[in-house]
Nanobody
Framework: QVHLVESGGGLVQAGGSLRLSCAAS????????PGWFRQAPGKEREFVAA????????RYADSVKGRFTISRDNAKGTVYLQMNSLKPEDTAVYYC?????????????????WGQGTQVTVSS
């Protein structure tokens, strides 16, 4: 059983930056493929980014490509989401998720474990 805890959310002005962290415990982190999702009020949860076990392969939603960067530190059991050039439409609760598969996926129900979420609010 893997336990995920997100941190780093907050309020930022448009054009600003935030770095989210997701600390994993209870499993062998290097064997999991983590991802980030977000959910805005009244909307479905959507894929943001995912990273392979080794960190060599990443995948991004078109809406964040070029602005967000996902990375991981297997020694620390942590995955990060660096968010730059933030826009008001990035406002959402951001969730960390993990799955025990080598295949990157953008589909929420294919992830086995979820964190509690962290709020990101971007003001205009």
């Amino acid at each position: 059983q893997v336990h995920l805890v997100e941190s780093g959310g907050g309020l930022v002005q448009a054009g600003g930056s935030l770095r989210l962290s997701c600390a994993a415990s209870g499993g062998t982190f290097s064997t999991y493929g983590p991802g980030w999702f977000r959910q805005a009020p009244g909307k479905e949860r959507e894929f943001v980014a995912a990273i392979s076990r080794s960190g060599s392969v990443t995948r991004y939603a078109d809406s964040v490509k070029g602005r967000f960067t996902i990375s991981r530190d297997n020694a620390k059991g942590t995955v990060y989401l660096q968010m730059n050039s933030l826009k008001p439409e990035d406002t959402a609760v951001y969730y960390c998720a993990a799955r025990s598969s080598v295949v990157l996926t953008t589909t929420p129900h294919q992830y086995d474990y979820w964190g509690q979420g962290t709020q990101v609010t971007v003001s205009s």
